[in-house]
C-alpha cells in the first residue's frame, strides 16, 4: 500500500476555513472507516483531532471536522486560528497484511 | 494521565543494532493494540509495525521485514522494538503509539536513532 496523498500545502488567513484532502483510502476500510487525523506541532508528538473518518474526541476543538468520500477523506478546520498553524496526517486501516498506511502531510499555514 | 515513554534510542554505525523500550503508564496496556511509527529528518510520517494485545497478531512494514521485531510485556506495561541491520534510512524519530486508527490514540514523545559511520 503505497502512501496516500495528501496536498503539500494548504492556506489561509484567521476565521477562513480550509479543507484538506486524503486520497487512496483502501476498500478494505469498509464501513468502520478506520481513517485518522493527527496534528504535529514542530518538536511535539501527533495528537488525535478526528477518529473513524468523523468523530472527534473530547477535547478537540469543534473547529475540526471530518469527512469521507469514497477513497476519499477530508479534514476541515474552520474559523481558522493561528495555533491550528501545523502539519496534519492522515492515518487509515489498509488491509490485513500491513494494516496501516499515512497519508504525505500536508502543511497548513495560517496567513 | 496516559503517558508513554519511549528509550533506548541513539547513534549506531550501519548494521548495528539497537532495542527501544517503551513504557506505559495511565492505562492498561493489554486492552491496547500498539504501534511503532516513525519520522525521517525533513519527511513525513511512516507506520512501521504493530502488535496485538495478546501478541497474536504482529505486523511489519515492507521496509524492516526481516529486520525488526516487535514484543511487549503486558506484566511490565511495555512495548520493544528489536531493530538490527540497521541502515542510515532507518534514521528518524521513532514514536510509540497506542490505538493507530481508534478514539483512544496517544502518542509518545519519540526517540532519536541515527544510523552513521
Known amino acids: 500500500q503505497s502512501a496516500l496523498t495528501q496536498p503539500a500545502s494548504v492556506s489561509g488567513s484567521p476565521g477562513q476555513s480550509i479543507t484538506i484532502s486524503c486520497t487512496g483510502i483502501s476498500s478494505a476500510v469498509g464501513t468502520y472507516n478506520l481513517v485518522s487525523w493527527f496534528q504535529v506541532h514542530l518538536g511535539k508528538a501527533p495528537k488525535l483531532v478526528i477518529y473513524e473518518a468523523i468523530k472527534r474526541p473530547s477535547g478537540v476543538s469543534n473547529r475540526f471536522s471530518g469527512s469521507k468520500s469514497g477513497n476519499t477523506a477530508s479534514l476541515t478546520i474552520s474559523g481558522l486560528q493561528a495555533e491550528d498553524e501545523a502539519d496534519y496526517y492522515c492515518c487509515s486501516f489498509a488491509g490485513s497484511s500491513t494494516p496501516y498506511v499515512f497519508g504525505t502531510g500536508t502543511k497548513v499555514t495560517v496567513l | 494521565d496516559v503517558q508513554l515513554v519511549e528509550s533506548g534510542g541513539g547513534l549506531v554505525k550501519p548494521g548495528g543494532s539497537l532495542r527501544l523500550s517503551c513504557v506505559a503508564s495511565g492505562f492498561t496496556l493489554i486492552t491496547f493494540d500498539m504501534n511503532w511509527v516513525r519520522q525521517a529528518p525533513g519527511k513525513g510520517l511512516e507506520w512501521v509495525s504493530s502488535?496485538?494485545?495478546?501478541?497474536?497478531?504482529?505486523f511489519y512494514s515492507d521496509s524492516v521485514r526481516g529486520r525488526y521485531t516487535i514484543s511487549r510485556d503486558n506484566a511490565k506495561n511495555s512495548l520493544y522494538l528489536q531493530m538490527n541491520g540497521l541502515r542510515a534510512e532507518d534514521t528518524a524519530v521513532y514514536y510509540c503509539?497506542?490505538?493507530?486508527?481508534?478514539?483512544?490514540?496517544?502518542w509518545g514523545q519519540g526517540i532519536l536513532v541515527t544510523v552513521s559511520s
Open positions: 503509539v497506542r490505538d493507530l486508527t481508534g478514539m483512544e490514540a496517544y
Open positions: 502488535i496485538s494485545g495478546s501478541s497474536k497478531h504482529i
